[in-house]
């Protein structure tokens, strides 16, 4: 536990000009004399710590110590630095701030920032961060889970499986897992997560590579996926192709333009981003899911005073 101290004072120190004893010893959650006798050992070790007296003052090492990464360029070093940095705007968890802290102690900062990313918008809200935490924690321990779970249909369950891993796509966390009841590996949103459960039960199962299995398990489910045909005009090709940059355009008599986006049937994010373009697009089948799409904005529009919302328009 000491020497796991003493590494994180020196990474500490290296990514800060001066730090007082006081502040130490609040992160590591010491008392002050434990520090003072953890900079001793520091300097014993031959790390060039010297201290700065006054109001600003604190412990510092001679600028002129640092780590080399000789087989990184610096502007790799740059680059995988914002990775980090910039991962950790949506994804919470305390190994990675770790991470992040080593790393710019081992690689120098140097010619400014250059290319700034920022993922917050993609984190989700607190109860699924601490939800994240206790799968990874029972992943890690190869517990088994249980929770109340309710579908994108509004089908509840409460299943109870082998989590194997956490990942995040279509713009939310998942947990891949094995499901104990259906003895086959299934995908649960973490958002639908209630009320969950580690068991004291260890996994007994050999799951392999797990990345496979996963990989495995998408094919599968994309097989599933459907083809939307969506036509528009040309002046709004340039917005489909922002939002599609994968679906190729083809044209059509006149001003007219279709793609066909695949997209997976049950999920309603595509829904609600298919009506939110209006009138601009007109989605032409497959037929069961226009009517479906029709169905939904029917009940949408049921909510309000559509006459009302008429004569506002014409005003």
């Not at 003072?36 to 070790?45: F, K, P, V």
């Not at 068991?199 to 496979?212: L, M, N, P, Q, Y």
Request: proline share 3%; aromatic share 10%; with cysteine.
């Amino acid at each position: 536990m000491k020497l796991d101290r003493l590494l994180g004072i020196i990474i500490h120190l290296l990514n800060h000009e001066s730090v007082s004893a006081s502040r130490l010893a609040e992160r590591f959650q010491v008392s002050v004399r434990t520090i003072q006798r953890d900079i001793i050992s520091i300097s014993s070790a031959g790390i060039p710590v010297y201290s700065v007296n006054g109001r600003f003052g604190g412990y510092s090492i001679l600028p002129a110590y640092r780590m080399k990464n000789i087989d990184i360029r610096s502007g790799e070093q740059q680059m995988i630095a914002r990775a980090l940095e910039s991962l950790a705007t949506s994804y919470s968890n305390d190994a990675l701030d770790t991470l992040i802290e080593k790393y710019n102690a081992i690689i120098e900062r140097e010619g400014g920032q250059k290319v700034f990313w920022d993922f917050s918008v993609a984190r989700e809200n607190k109860r699924v961060q601490d939800l994240n935490a206790l799968l990874e924690s029972a992943i890690s321990d190869r517990k088994r889970v249980a929770f109340d779970y309710r579908n994108a249909d509004g089908k509840r369950s409460r299943p109870h499986v082998e989590p194997l891993a956490i990942h995040y796509k279509w713009y939310a966390w998942y947990l891949f897992a094995y499901s104990l009841e259906h003895r086959e590996y299934r995908t649960f949103k973490v958002a639908r997560m209630q009320n969950p459960e580690v068991t004291e039960r260890s996994s007994g199962i050999e799951h392999g590579d797990v990345e496979r299995r996963m990989q495995e398990s998408e094919q599968a489910y994309y097989r599933t996926c459907i083809d939307i045909e969506v036509h528009f005009s040309a002046e709004d090709a340039p917005l489909m192709e922002e939002y599609f940059p994968d679906c190729p355009i083809e044209e059509l008599a006149g001003d007219a333009r279709r793609t066909f986006i695949r997209v997976p049937a049950r999920e309603r994010l595509w829904k609600a981003l298919l009506l939110s373009f209006g009138d601009r697009v007109k989605v032409v089948g497959p037929e069961d899911y226009r009517r479906e799409l029709i169905e939904t904005a029917r009940k949408f529009l049921s909510n309000y005073d559509t006459q009302l919302s008429r004569g506002a328009a014409k005003m």
